[in-house]
């Protein structure tokens, strides 16, 4: 066995920690999830710092807020110059590899890594672009629209469903190919699935599963107009959602599919732990496990995401390695900007190489010390970012102990204790007991940034892109979508090669050396 300490990053997409049993759902299916967090550090409070794909992936990768990395939407571009973990961890002595989904948008396809098994699911171009000049019309052509709750259920296939087993498959081969190879440098291996975003079709095994399992509808129904809040309302003509009436039963589909999904990621979790058993990496591989963000799955009448709402908004986050952290729960907020520094920790731990130090500001911290119980110097907050379609404005978000401050200058500020209203329903901005808390947040969001000066950066970094997507449109198009690379001749048998020494070397663990006499 290598005594190299390996780094396996297990990324789901639009996975709400609402819909976990280790995060208190008893309807979910999702037992390796849970066994993980049993075995590992569960935070609790952990957010993503902002509710949309490529936003979060970009401060997922750089920890970066994204007015600060330019991750504003999702189809931003992030520069080869910007650094990432996986430059940091490469620079350690890894071996970097992407496997699935990470959306970026441009040119550059790897960011620091040094493979990329598989192609994205999303398109890497300029074509996804909102437009804050026009916030209130919608671009029908790519905005999520109730189609997948329409139309959840079953399916035999479906293009996500290809995506993600392509996705898991070649994150096998990788370990394999890492244990039988002869590369030294340790692995960190990021697993990307698309699954369970929407659309809400799924295989009728896991469909099956949930025969007996009766799904709640959402606990917070759709708030009459006049109480709905205006981002809310917002979102709600984002998707389309008066397009269509929802029944009773196709919401419950809709729930049922997602959480099928979420089976389906369970079980992909536990193939590749038992792969890392069998090729003897398991003890010395640190596993993360997280989301890029959540879904509100009908809650307050909204799906998908693009809100600070608890189930859109909040991730789960467990750090496994059980040799090396205690099992516990940490109930500090803490968000994906912290990935970035934590990573550089963990390898440092086990590569004895030298820790480069950061070259560019990160706004996150190692959440190392609260996986071994240090909470004294912990800064105790989350923030939240979002400047993509279904505003004009740019939008914050807060948390900070049990409080949660929402801030956008178009509407008006939100507060919630979410030890005591853990749905949401009561907005204390107008509470006079808690005006020194309003007023706490409301500096700290004074600090953090200006509203106009971001906004008009936002705008024009919108017109930039708009205006290079469609002169690139125009007569041949060449586009960025990553192409993966491979070599069929140094896979499989070839009549160039040895075939007793290529069967021998190909196979882990190696067998007993072959001495037939004639040699």
């Not at 509710?51 to 504003?72: E, K």
């Not at 079953?154 to 081969?173: F, H, I, P, R």
């Not at 079709?201 to 917070?220: F, H």
């Amino acid at each position: 066995m290598r005594k190299q300490h390996n780094i396996l990053i297990i990324m789901a997409d639009q996975l709400t920690p609402k819909a976990l049993g280790c995060y208190g759902n008893s309807e979910v299916i999702s037992p390796n999830i849970d066994l993980l967090a049993d075995q590992g550090v569960v935070f609790d409070v952990a957010y993503t710092s902002s509710p949309l794909c490529t936003p979060a992936r970009y401060a997922f990768m750089t920890g970066q807020n994204i007015s600060q990395c330019g991750g504003y939407d999702n189809a931003s571009y992030m520069p080869s110059t910007m650094p990432t973990f996986a430059h940091y961890l490469r620079l350690m002595g890894y071996r970097t590899c992407l496997s699935g989904k990470m959306h970026f948008v441009g040119a550059d396809q790897l960011h620091g890594f040094e493979e990329r098994v598989t192609t994205d699911i999303y398109p890497a171009d300029f074509g996804w672009i909102p437009d804050w000049k026009k916030p209130d019309e919608r671009i029908d052509l790519w905005y999520h629209n109730m189609s997948s709750v329409k139309q959840a259920g079953v399916a035999a296939v479906t293009n996500q469903l290809m995506y993600d087993d392509e996705v898991g498959t070649q994150s096998m081969k990788v370990i394999y190919d890492h244990a039988r190879g002869e590369n030294e440098r340790p692995l960190c291996l990021v697993t990307s699935f698309i699954h369970p975003h929407d659309p809400y079709a799924t295989r009728q095994n896991y469909w099956d599963a949930y025969k007996n399992v009766t799904i709640s509808m959402p606990k917070v129904s759709r708030p009459h107009p006049d109480q709905q809040d205006p981002h809310s309302k917002r979102l709600e003509k984002v998707i389309a959602l008066d397009a269509v009436d929802l029944s009773e039963e196709e919401i419950i589909n809709a729930r049922r599919a997602y959480y099928s999904n979420v089976s389906y990621v369970d079980e992909w979790l536990g193939l590749l732990q038992s792969t890392l058993q069998e090729c003897g990496m398991a003890e010395n591989t640190t596993i993360l496990f997280l989301s890029d963000h959540g879904d509100m799955l009908g809650e307050f009448g909204l799906w998908y995401k693009m809100t600070f709402r608890e189930w859109s908004c909040r991730i789960p986050l467990i750090i496994h390695n059980p040799a090396r952290y205690p099992a516990r729960r940490i109930s500090q907020p803490v968000a994906l900007v912290d990935v970035l520094p934590t990573l550089i920790e963990v390898a440092d731990e086990g590569s004895g190489a030298s820790k480069p130090e950061p070259v560019a500001p990160l706004n996150g911290r190692s959440l190392i010390p609260l996986c071994k119980g240090n909470a004294e110097s912990d800064s105790n907050i989350a923030i939240s970012e979002y400047l993509a379609e279904g505003t004009g404005a740019p939008m914050l978000m807060f948390r900070r102990g049990s409080y949660k401050f929402i801030t956008c200058p178009t509407d008006q500020d939100q507060l919630f204790d979410l030890n005591n209203d853990p749905d949401e329903l009561q907005n204390l901005v107008k509470s006079k007991n808690h005006s020194k808390t309003l007023e706490e947040f409301q500096n700290l969001a004074a600090q953090h940034w200006d509203t106009e000066t971001v906004k008009q950066k936002v705008i024009q970094d919108q017109d930039r892109r708009r205006f290079i997507h469609s002169a690139l449109r125009t007569g041949h198009y060449e586009g960025w979508d990553f192409k993966p690379k491979r070599d069929s001749g140094k896979e499989f048998t070839r009549s160039h090669l040895d075939l007793s020494n290529f069967d021998s070397i190909t196979r882990y663990p190696r067998p007993k050396p072959f001495k037939p006499r004639w040699k």
